[in-house]
Nanobody, 126 residues
């Protein structure tokens, strides 16, 4: 299983970006949970969104709720993170991760995920 995250960049505050996570080794389906995390310099890795196993409503951290949207395209084995109304505090390296046994209550815990993609840097200027 491999995950490849891309789509980061430099953007002004208030603008949008869409991150992509391409999954190989299995089809993005209801069997695997896919999460998005971010880590700012000097801070711990933070879970920001998750598509849990077996459908159900996605999870969002309070810090991004209403601004970020997670979705997937099974045909293209890709999970997206649409980020709107970006703020300088959203600046971080963003990672996607997957797990086949994730329980919903652990969605924001990085240790609960088995597979990680490399990070993609998002920088939001004020």
């Amino acid at each position: 299983v491999q995950l490849h995250a891309f789509g980061g960049g430099l953007v002004q505050s208030g603008r949008s970006l869409r991150l992509s996570c391409v999954v190989s080794g299995y089809t993005v389906s209801n069997y695997y949970a896919i999460g998005w995390f971010r880590q700012a310099p000097g801070k711990e890795r933070e879970g920001i969104s998750c598509l849990s196993r077996f459908a159900g409503s996605p999870f969002y951290a309070d810090s991004v709720k209403g601004r970020f949207t997670i979705s997937r395209d099974n045909a293209k084995v890709t999970v997206y993170l649409q980020m709107n109304r970006l703020k300088p505090e959203d600046t971080a390296v963003y990672y996607c991760a997957s797990d086949s046994t994730l329980i919903r209550s652990s969605w924001s815990n990085p240790s609960a995920y088995d597979h990680w993609g490399q990070g993609t840097l998002v920088t939001v200027s004020s």
